[in-house]
């Protein structure tokens, strides 16, 4: 949605798993350090291609870990590893354990996602967003996509002058 309405490109990084590792998840076993370190090093290869061509990106991924960002903040070519200073931002949609696990099971229902619920406690577990020098933007996301739109276009828009806000409710 967020890619759309700023006439950017979207990638969802599930598409960037390995079959592997999807199978992993489908079978109900957690991806380790060795399975989503090849998988993050992809998403920043296909970031720094697209910011190479001056395209706008949204990127949707759990990059659970600080250390799982860096690889992401990798994909700007200036970034200089440590400082978090990047044209990479972060943002984190907020919403509780409950929500997301409704979600899921919605969309595990649907086909249209691989990993089961169950794994969705392994993932809550390796959050780690405590770090006020990362400048991760966060938003609750509890509430219908279309005001969370609203609320991450927002917060954009004031790190990023170029981000459309529409104030009139549409998105």
């Known amino acids: 949605m967020l890619a759309e309405v700023i006439n950017g490109r979207f990638l969802d990084a599930d598409d960037y ?81 409950e929500v997301l696990s409704a979600r899921l099971e919605k969309r595990a229902a649907e086909g249209k996602h691989f990993m089961p619920p169950k794994l969705l406690q392994s993932q809550i577990d390796l959050l780690q967003i405590d770090d006020e020098s990362e400048g991760i933007l966060k938003v609750d996301a509890s509430l219908e996509p279309h005001h969370t739109l609203k609320s991450v276009q927002a917060l954009l828009s004031s790190y990023l002058p170029s981000i459309p806000v529409h104030l009139n409710g549409s998105v």
């Not at 600080?66 to 200036?78: E, F, Q």
Request: charged fraction near 25%.
């Open 17 to 97: 798993h390995s079959q592997s590792n999807k199978d992993k998840m489908k079978n109900g076993i957690p991806l380790s350090e060795e399975d989503r370190i090849p998988w993050l090093e992809t998403l920043r290869d296909a970031l720094r291609v697209s910011l190479g061509k001056g395209e706008t990106v949204v990127l949707g991924c759990s990059a659970l870990q600080k250390h799982y960002r860096d690889i992401l903040r990798c994909g700007d070519a200036n970034y200089i590893p440590g400082s978090n200073v990047c044209n990479i931002k972060f943002v984190l949609l907020s919403v509780g354990a």
